[in-house]
């Protein structure tokens, strides 16, 4: 599934920060993304609750990105306090440019 797609799930979210969407954008440019437990998710509703810089930068960096996606996640349980900050390293890659595989 392409990030854009996902991406329009995105109805409650904070505003983006562009910088940390360049950050992630260029980690994973460079082939410096990690799959870990941070992917996305999205509620009982199909609202996404969390990724949306992560998508965001998939559609940066026109790479394919594996993620973890988790659904079905309590409505009003989004991750709180969040920063956003990199902490990634080598990726996975797989399917075509702006991909989520």
């Known amino acids: 599934m ?43 509703n199909g609202v996404l609750v969390d990724g949306q810089h992560r998508l965001a930068a998939i559609i940066a960096a026109d790479v394919p990105i594996e993620l973890t996606v988790f659904t079905e996640v309590a409505e009003g349980d989004q991750v709180r306090g969040r920063r956003g900050k990199l902490s990634g390293g080598a990726g996975q890659q797989a399917g075509g440019p702006g991909a989520v595989v």
């Open 2 to 44: 392409r990030a854009a797609e996902l991406l329009e799930a995105n109805t409650t979210n904070r505003p983006l920060s562009m910088p940390v969407v360049r950050g992630f954008a260029e980690a994973m440019g460079r082939g410096e993304w990690l799959v870990t437990h941070q992917g996305i998710a999205f509620d009982v």
